[in-house]
């Protein structure tokens, strides 16, 4: 079992990377937003899932095992393959994953490629109780139901526009939602308004890792 993988990268593109590790190249598949953190020649670390079917062995890798976690939680649901999970990775964070399950909204899931209406009701239904994920309980359980998902979601999108990587957006939105009014946490440009005071002059460094 190839749980993670540390080395060079020879080759990125927008869904895949492939890692020199002791002269020996990986072929990972990775969504696009982590793609798009590293260059070649850049070191990097996988935490990885190995698919074993009768005609491919896959590799799939994440930034840390928090996402792994949910990954593998992913194909516990009926109807769920890997690329349908790395989906599902590639269009939302984990936070927002648990606040659409905790607020048993499948509206977000129904937007994934390749994810229809019954897989997407079954993935609230399946992972119901099993997210575990302590960056999303502030905003589930302050963002006043199921709107909460849909604006987080606009303000990263419109942070990630702006310069800010994913995850540097995902963590800055959590810490103001926990922390913000009503009013706040009920708009976008409230909560965009928050973030971005919250990020303040770190854009470049943000944008990068």
Known sequence: MISSLRGRALLVESESVVVDVGGVGFAVAVTPQF?????????????????????????????????????????????????????????????????????????????VSGIGPKTAKLIVVQLAGKLT??????????SGGARGPEITAQVVAALVALGWNERVSTEAVTAVAADADANARGSVPGLLKLALAHLGPARQEAGRG
């Open 133 to 142: 994920v302590t960056a999303a309980a502030p905003a589930s359980g302050r």
């Open 35 to 111: 793609a798009r953190e590293f260059h070649v020649g850049d070191e990097i670390t996988l935490h990885t899932s190995l698919i074993v079917r009768e005609d491919a062995l896959s590799l799939y890798g994440f930034s840390d095992r928090e996402e792994l976690t949910v990954f593998a939680q992913l194909l516990g649901v009926s109807g769920v393959g890997p690329k349908s999970a790395l989906g599902v990775l590639s269009a939302l964070t984990v936070a927002q994953i648990a606040d659409a399950v905790a607020a048993e909204d499948d509206a977000p899931f129904r937007r």
